[in-house]
């Protein structure tokens, strides 16, 4: 009877502990429940915030281009012919208008001074025929044919001049003469390759730049550049914009011209540039991060006694790390930069203020 009496006992001490566990649980539950609705806590720990600062904004845009000789020309001859003279030193500096080449030029002397005396007896023979037209000795008919054949061998001897004049290669600009390709003896034509003939001073910088970009750069707009393998920073200026967009890259090409009086800038050189579009005074940047993408635009979370308000913001220009807004904002306002994913609205939030 007693083992009996002990065993009931037992179950009896089992039921009412577990009765007591149960209850214990429901009990925190409740409790954790009730506390969730009354407290709306938010993420735990501390966010990071910014302090919005106007300031002024220089918006910019980073392009490749290229550096090009502001004229540059392949020297080629106009007639055909032997070389008797040359008359410049590769890769030295000529001035506009200076003899470079001689091409033999005896056989059109010689044509010359034929049609010269040609010339000179048709000249004579007009003159006579004038005087004997005034004294009716002659018809009209015969000086106009005295007259005619003046005029021809005139345009001749003109001819013959301007195959002279070819025999000579002039320099068409001051500029750097390059590597000759001919030499004393050679016969070229007029495909034949002499030198190349460069200015480098002023230089041009030829880029190309966005459509979105193509209201927000005019004539006269100044830039910086660099070029490969030298970090310092020359300054150019635009002179010259295609008047159309093209299609197939859907961008749009700028000349601009960068003084060169060192002569360190090569035509042909990689240019780095650094494109100033705007300059915006008292804008609000604040850090890519802060922006959180909704369903009718964007919202960043301003920090307001105690809380995390969400605002909606109008954005535009988007730089590497900033983003430009032009409304929702105002200078002073505590925007939160961490712990966007897990935030609502009105929570109770705690915030530790950074440097941008």
Same mark, same amino acid.
């Given at each position: ?5 002990? &065993? ?6 089992? $039921? ?39 300031? #002024? ?17 392949? =020297? ?6 032997? *070389? ?24 059109? #002397? ?53 195959? =002279? ?18 030499? &004393? ?67 749009? $090409? ?10 360190? =800038? ?33 919202? *960043?979370? &301003? ?9 909606? *913001? ?6 590497? #790390? ?30 530790? &203020?950074?440097?941008?």
């Amino acid at each position: 009877m007693k083992i009996k009496y002990i &065993v009931y006992t037992l179950i009896v001490l089992v $039921l009412a502990y577990l009765i007591y566990k149960r209850v214990q649980g429901e009990s925190k539950a409740d409790s954790a429940a009730g506390g969730g609705k009354a407290s709306n806590k938010g993420p735990s720990g501390t966010l990071q915030a910014i302090v919005v600062k106007s300031q #002024k904004f220089n918006n910019a845009i980073s392009v490749s281009g290229s550096v090009e000789a502001n004229e540059q020309v392949s =020297l080629k001859s106009e007639i055909s012919g032997l *070389v008797r003279e040359i008359y410049f030193k590769e890769g030295t500096v000529v001035s506009k208008g200076a003899t470079l080449v001689k091409i033999d030029d005896r056989e059109l #002397k010689a044509q010359l001074a034929q049609a010269v005396t040609k010339e000179k007896l048709a000249f004579e023979v007009e003159r006579r025929a004038s005087k004997l037209l005034e004294a009716e000795a002659i018809s009209q008919e015969e000086y106009d044919n005295a007259l005619a054949e003046l005029k021809s061998l005139q345009a001749q001897s003109q001819l013959i001049k301007a195959q =002279l004049s070819k025999t000579e290669i002039r320099a068409p600009f001051s500029g750097r003469i390059g590597l000759r390709s001919i030499s &004393v003896g050679a016969y070229i034509t007029p495909t034949t390759d002499i030198a190349n003939l460069v200015s480098v001073n002023p230089v041009k910088i030829d880029f190309s730049i966005p459509e979105k970009y193509a209201n927000r750069v005019k004539v006269g707009s100044k830039f910086d550049f660099t070029v490969a393998g030298n970090n310092k920073s020359m300054e150019a200026v635009v002179y010259a914009i295609e008047p159309s967009i093209n299609v197939n890259t859907r961008t749009l $090409l700028l000349r601009a011209r960068a003084d060169n009086a060192s002569g360190n =800038l090569l035509p042909g050189t990689f240019a780095n540039v650094k494109l100033p579009l705007e300059s915006i005074e008292n804008a609000i940047l604040v850090p890519t991060e802060a922006i959180v993408p909704v369903l009718k635009g964007k919202q *960043v979370f &301003v920090y307001e006694n105690g809380k995390a308000v969400a605002k909606d *913001v109008d954005t535009d220009i988007r730089t590497d #790390k900033d983003v430009l807004i032009t409304s929702g904002l105002n200078a002073g306002d505590t925007v939160i930069i961490s712990g966007l994913m897990s935030l609502r609205a009105d929570q109770e939030v705690k915030v530790k &203020v950074v440097k941008q």
